[in-house]
């Protein structure tokens, strides 16, 4: 990459989605399964698969339940598994998020999953958004070695986040990258990175695909949400090559 460039990290949540930002231009995936429950970790057989398809950095997600992010011994000890199958098959990072019971970083966790995961990268997710003092968490996961943190701000989006954004930007001073994500938009972006200088995106690109089985009325498997027994959501390749475009230009810039 140039010294100019905005690094564009699509999230997946099947294999095919990995393949489709693939082709399509991004820089990285964010490997993930469960869109429905916000992001879960994908099965070993997804990792190895999309690992030997791509050739831009995974990073994977280890997220072993829906629901909050603090989680029991038990369900650690299974992050800190995942992390070793994942460096085992030669993922370039893991995201991953724990918090304390009080809105803070669960920072020895977090530090020794940080040391488990090396030399990969780790990325901490929006769960950093939880966090009542965004300002001291960002501190506390720059000493805890974290690469990355995933955020729109501590808002529901990061145009509602913008300036936020450019605050944790100008606190990161470089001692780790501020990954923008959440309702990130091709028609949006480029004033969004001129007024917060990130040099990293993250967004789904996503399309809503229609299975076709034939629906079965009186019964449903899948809570009622944004998909179905009958949807889902797969990589729009399109959108990917769209918002590449547009970071092309800004990139040209130099904003």
């Given amino acids: 990459m140039s010294a100019n460039q905005i690094l564009t990290e699509i999230a ?14 991004a820089n990285r995936i964010e490997l993930c399964s469960g869109y429905a429950e916000g992001g879960l970790s994908p099965s070993a057989a997804t990792i190895q698969y999309v690992k030997t398809k791509v050739n831009i950095p995974v990073h994977v997600m280890i997220r072993p339940r829906t629901g909050d992010f603090v989680y029991s011994e038990t369900e650690k000890e299974i992050i800190l598994q995942d992390i070793a199958f994942c460096k085992s098959a030669g993922v370039e990072g893991v995201v991953l998020g724990a918090l304390s019971p009080h809105g803070g970083i669960d920072k020895e966790f977090t530090a020794r999953a940080v040391k488990e995961a090396h030399p990969m990268e780790v990325t901490f997710h929006r769960a950093f958004d939880l966090c009542s003092d965004l300002s001291g968490a960002l501190e506390d996961l720059i ?6 943190v995933l955020t729109s701000g501590g808002k529901p989006t990061v145009i509602l986040g913008e300036k936020e954004i450019a605050e944790l930007v100008d606190q990161a001073a470089d001692r780790i990258i501020i990954l923008p994500g959440g309702g ?8 969004f990175i001129k ?3 990130v040099k990293e995106i993250h967004f789904s690109a996503k399309r809503l695909i229609k299975g076709k089985a034939k629906e079965k009325k009186g019964i449903k498997l899948t809570a009622e949400g944004e998909v179905s027994d009958y949807t889902w959501y797969e990589c729009d390749g399109e959108k990917v090559k769209a918002m590449r475009e547009v970071l092309s230009e800004v990139e040209l810039l130099n904003l």
Avoid: H, Y
């Fill in 12 to 25: 997946v949540f099947t294999p095919e989605s990995a393949l489709t930002a693939a082709a399509a231009g």
């Fill in 143 to 148: 000493t805890c070695g974290v690469k990355r």
């Fill in 184 to 191: 990130i938009q091709a028609d949006t972006i480029t004033a």
């Fill in 195 to 197: 007024n917060t200088g």
